[in-house]
């Protein structure tokens, strides 16, 4: 028996317990309109959201100790790993990823619903959007139970295993955190809807809590997609980021969140309001589709796929579309009434940000299609000789090869001096690494190989050196010269100031609810005949 896991564990069962009941008496709320069960469906997701982070908390320092009596920190991670990429063995694997994000749908459900009190429990849909937020806690829940992060190990654990070299960076963790920020941020928007439309009540309060989940949502993703090019062009065994089916899956809801953005800044007419519902079920269904790829972890193994087990998670995505149909039938009324509150206020500089930041991520794209590469071997002192796509003339210097021992790793480094048009630039390194533990007697077995290499960044222009064959005499390495490679990351910057600005305006409110029906307003706030 371990103490920690069987609190952790008690934890997450406790919390999957109070999101059920959450959802069920929010269900049951918006059914008898009853405000007191609304009040308690709010309190139930409270401790939810606060039993997961026990466990949560739990896991962390787990990692954190290396308590290898637990089998998910002795499959994760090794004594030798430097405790800054705890994060990437946290958040790759499925049971942390998913509850990490239970936390996160519930916290962010809960920062947007503010306190709620028996005077305003069943306003503005109140109960519809604690189920919503519920029910996906819920699920995720459900799926990191399943996997089993908290079960114990069988006999003494000296080590723990290696975790993948390439997660041992910073990139991965961006990524992680952005796509997960991404899909709680998005699927807190779709509930908000959901209470909205459920409600009737589609007004300037909704469309501005709704822009900047929105706005929080699509940045987020941003990040996420940035990081992940740039960590596949640092890391040449990943492949080709382009070519990834984890690709296409976070660019759609990247798409979609883009187009979104666009209709919350544009004047709300009857259809623009219309859509932006539907690009709003749209993005969330998106994010949790591609969550499901990867079992609820946002980045994986090199030879990761599919897990046939994560169409559970589809369940999601399902559901937000079962409720897309049943919800949206109320949208052309509530829509029409939606359009007499005041367009979102115009930010020009905000605006010219986001374009200018389009256009240079436009132009790394595009520039990524003209990659120009070599493959050298070069002795010591040999030189090699190159064009770029700009024709200007690059010469590298073999410096020869040193190997070095790490925190965590042994590398072997190959050093190039490029010179372009006879003028001296800094060293270029390419590195092959072994990263090693104890969790295996046989030696051989506990060791995985990582290559690294080195970037020089110009205007237009970005120099990449890699490792292909360490093996060979001399080692193969790699050139590259990419067309405006470094304009991703400003660009992406530009882009996510053009669109945080204007979504940190609060608009004043308007003087009534628009809700587009003859109905008086809500609910009154008693129970049905017959009950006390």
Request: charged fraction near 10%; glycine fraction near 8%.
């Amino acid at each position: 028996m371990h103490g920690l896991a069987d609190a952790a564990r008690l934890a997450a069962w406790v919390a999957l317990v109070f999101a059920v009941w959450a959802a069920a008496a929010g269900l049951f709320a918006r059914r008898m309109l009853y405000a007191n069960l609304a009040v308690i469906a709010w309190r139930g997701m409270v401790a939810a959201v606060t039993a997961a982070s026990i466990a949560l908390a739990i896991l962390c320092y787990a990692l954190a100790a290396h308590d290898y009596g637990f089998a998910f920190v002795a499959e994760r991670a090794s004594a030798f790993m430097p405790a800054k990429w705890l994060p990437a063995a946290l958040l790759s694997a499925t049971g942390g990823a998913t509850l990490a994000w239970a936390v996160l749908v519930g916290a962010f459900g809960l920062t947007a619903l503010g306190r709620v009190r028996r005077a305003t429990a069943l306003d503005e849909g109140r109960p519809v959007t604690v189920v919503a937020a519920s029910a996906v806690m819920a699920v995720s829940l459900a799926v990191a139970i399943a996997s089993r992060p908290f079960a114990a190990t069988f006999g003494a654990v000296r080590d723990g295993a290696v975790l993948p070299p390439d997660l041992q960076q910073a990139a991965p963790i961006v990524v992680a955190l952005g796509y997960l920020t991404a899909a709680a941020a998005s699927l807190v928007s779709l509930s908000l809807t959901a209470g909205a439309l459920d409600a009737r009540t589609l007004d300037l309060r909704w469309s501005g809590a709704a822009r900047r989940w929105n706005a929080i949502a699509w940045t987020a993703l941003v990040a996420g997609v940035v990081a992940s090019a740039r960590w596949y062009a640092g890391t040449p065994l990943r492949g080709d980021w382009a070519t990834d089916p984890a690709t296409s899956l976070w660019l759609l809801p990247c798409a979609i969140g883009a187009w979104l953005i666009h209709l919350d800044a544009a004047r709300p007419t009857a259809d623009r309001i219309v859509t932006r519902l539907l690009l709003i079920f749209a993005m969330a269904a998106a994010v949790a589709g591609a969550l499901a790829f990867g079992l609820g972890a946002p980045v994986h193994e090199i030879s990761a796929h599919a897990n046939p087990a994560g169409r559970w998670l589809v369940v999601i995505p399902l559901g937000v579309t079962l409720s897309a149909v049943t919800l949206l039938r109320r949208a052309a009324g509530a829509a029409a009434g939606a359009t007499r509150f005041p367009a979102p206020s115009r930010n020009v500089a905000a605006a010219w940000l986001a374009h200018a930041g389009a256009i240079l991520v436009l132009g790394a794209i595009v520039g990524a299609r003209f990659v120009r590469s070599y493959r050298i071997q070069l002795a010591d002192t040999a030189i090699f000789t190159a064009h770029d796509q700009l024709g200007r003339q690059w010469s590298f210097t073999g410096e020869g090869q040193s190997t070095s021992q790490r925190e965590n790793y042994a590398a072997v480094t190959w050093a190039l001096v490029p010179a372009r048009n006879g003028v001296r630039g800094p060293v270029l390194t390419a590195e092959a690494r072994a990263y090693a533990s104890d969790a295996d007697n046989d030696e051989r077995s506990a060791v995985q190989v990582a290559y690294a290499g080195s970037v020089a960044r110009g205007v237009l222009l970005e120099t990449r050196v890699s490792v292909v064959n360490p093996d060979a005499s001399p080692a193969v390495l790699q050139v590259s010269f990419v067309p405006l490679g470094t304009w991703l990351v400003p660009g992406a910057l530009l882009i996510l100031a053009g669109a945080l600005i204007p979504a940190v305006r609060i608009p004043e409110e308007p003087a009534g609810r628009f809700t587009g029906t003859s109905s008086p307003g809500p609910p009154p706030l008693t129970p049905p005949s017959g009950t006390s």
